[in-house]
């Protein structure tokens, strides 16, 4: 439903998701925001951002793997020089996780976004492309360790290759309730 608020921005939005019952489900999900499109100063907003996304996710034992395609609308936005370009892509996305041991888990993803009808000022190559690989080790179930690289075959704004990046780092989890 859309809200009824004195704010520059409302909307509304939808979601769903039904299971297999064998590890398998499958989602929908639609937003849209209701903007006062004349009171931004964005370059390429012709109407108010949209997104549709349907998704699905396999879960069983040690693996845990999902995918989801997303049709966007004047939904991405970028900065080049000194204006933000607002532009359509249609985007991919893919997770998965295997639990090798009860304590190693392993990862990897993939990220593509494909922008489309793109204002002049960015680059004609200009595209969202990246891997991510991983490994995390849990001393106990609140706290790990882990290793993560993200290797970027994309091309930034300018039409300048993007840069790799590796990270590793811990984490403990606490909890003011039981």
């Known amino acids: 439903m859309k809200g009824d608020t004195d704010h520059d ?29 004349e009171s931004l100063e964005l ?10 996304i349907l998704g699905i996710k396999y879960e069983k034992g040690p693996l845990r793997a999902a995918f989801t395609y997303t049709n966007q609308d004047n939904n991405e936005t970028v900065d080049v020089a000194d204006v933000t370009v607002v532009y359509d ?3 991919l996305e893919f997770y998965a996780h295997y639990y090798w041991t009860e ?14 009808d793109l204002d002049p000022r960015v680059d004609e190559n200009f595209e969202l492309k990246y891997g991510v690989l991983g490994a995390a080790y849990y001393f106990t179930r609140n706290a790990f360790a882990f290793a993560e690289s993200k290797i970027d075959i994309g091309t930034d704004q300018n039409g300048e290759d993007r840069f790799d990046v590796f990270m590793v780092g811990m984490r403990a989890d606490f909890s003011l309730t039981r």
Do not use: H, K, T
């Open 9 to 37: 921005i409302d909307g509304y939005s939808f979601s769903a998701r039904y299971s297999f019952g064998f590890g398998l489900s499958l989602g929908v999900a639609y937003n849209q925001a209701q903007l006062n499109i």
């Open 103 to 116: 304590n190693l888990r392993l990862m990897a993803g993939f990220n593509y976004l494909n922008p489309d």
């Open 89 to 91: 892509g249609i985007g």
């Open 43 to 52: 370059v390429g907003l012709n109407n108010n951002p949209s997104a549709a």
